[in-house]
């Protein structure tokens, strides 16, 4: 084992998340829009480069994978990259981000191969909101994945971003969906990346607003694991008499930039240690040159990690009602 990372907040890197693509088969209004410029075949990582990106990452460290996109299902071969990757590096966390519309086929062989962690974005429990947002119908594929997920005994966390005029009429439905089904169901802060259509101070559902209302439609306790941002940056609560639990993440409003420990491979190859930072550290031509390789870019990784800034200091230095990098969640790879 080399050297770990550490940057000098004395923050240890030892989660990343890589991108596989940056394409998407939603259209996720605050997202994506319709108008998607995509990056070009030959400029996406190989699936071999991106192996070695993962043994580099464990070779300092990182005990954590998350792949992620744009959706990481619709580029050919994802399940049976992923389920190779977990068996090279056993002992690492292999985990996904996925809208889960095209897992149906892939649920058991994740299984089987020990992926037992997956992270499921949906917005909204009404099926004609799920295609306003999103510009398709499927929010029952999406449903029953979901369900398919947890009947596999996956860990199995659904996602939605909190956003006033959207879906903050369907708090007792989150609620109750959480209660009902034994997976965390998790309201995330919109953010401010990437210039956002619709974003501004007002359409934040925040944090506190969620979790005053919540306390007042159910009994909720904090969970025990909470520790608080020790094992992530979700305040999870336990419902009484609850199957799964309920979790706030306040990306916003109450950062977590202090424990931060990770960092962003996108889709083409280029290192973002900052969600809220537009500055990008390319490792592609590197890995590509046949005299540089991987030699070359583990040292353009620590001197970037090394300097991973204080993303909070960022956003809180824009004007209000800008986003703080021009890059949508999308490209970045959320
Ligand atoms: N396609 C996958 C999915 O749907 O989960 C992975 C990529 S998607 C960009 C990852 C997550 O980022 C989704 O849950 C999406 O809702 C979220 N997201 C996108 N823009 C966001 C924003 N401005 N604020 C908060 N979350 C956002």
């Known amino acids: 084992m080399h050297k770990t990372l550490t940057d000098t907040h004395g923050r240890m890197v030892s989660y990343m998340r890589i991108s596989v693509t940056d394409r998407c088969n939603l259209r996720c209004k605050y997202c994506a829009g319709e108008a998607l410029d995509f990056i070009p075949h030959p400029r996406i990582l190989r699936y071999e480069e991106i192996m070695d990106l993962i043994g580099l990452g464990h070779s300092m460290g990182v005990d954590k994978i998350r792949f992620t996109g744009g959706e990481p299902f619709v580029r050919k071969g994802f399940a049976d990259f992923m389920v190779a990757a977990a068996g090279r590096f056993p002992n690492m966390e292999m985990c996904v981000t996925t809208n889960a519309t095209l897992i149906r086929d892939w649920v058991e062989p994740l299984s089987n191969a020990g992926i037992h962690r997956i992270n499921i974005s949906l917005d909204t429990l009404s099926p ?38 959207t879906n903050d009429d369907e708090l007792p439905g989150f609620l109750d969906f959480a209660a009902s089904n034994a997976l965390d169901f998790r309201l995330i802060e919109f ?21 005053e209302q919540a306390q007042s439609l159910v009994d909720l306790t904090p969970s025990e694991d909470n520790g608080i941002r020790v094992k992530g940056p979700a305040r999870m609560y336990d419902i009484r008499d609850g199957k799964g639990r309920f979790g706030i993440i306040s990306p916003y409003t109450d950062h977590f930039c202090g424990t931060c420990n990770r960092l962003r491979i996108t889709s083409d190859g280029k290192l973002r240690t900052c969600l809220f930072s537009d500055k990008t550290f390319r490792l592609r031509p590197a890995l590509r040159h046949p005299a540089l390789g991987l030699k070359f870019v583990e040292r353009i990784i620590r001197r970037a990690g090394r300097k991973k800034p204080i993303g909070h200091e960022l956003l809180e230095r824009m004007p209000s009602g800008q986003s703080v990098c021009s890059t949508r969640m999308a490209s970045i790879g959320g």
């Open 128 to 165: 004609e909101k799920y295609e306003a947002i999103t510009g398709r119908d499927m929010f029952s594929t999406v449903m029953e994945n979901i369900l398919r997920c947890v009947d596999a005994g996956m860990t199995v966390k659904v996602n939605a971003v909190a956003m006033h005029g």
């Open 191 to 211: 953010m401010p990346v990437g210039s956002e259509p619709g974003w501004s101070d007002q359409a934040v559902w925040k944090a506190s607003e969620i979790l």
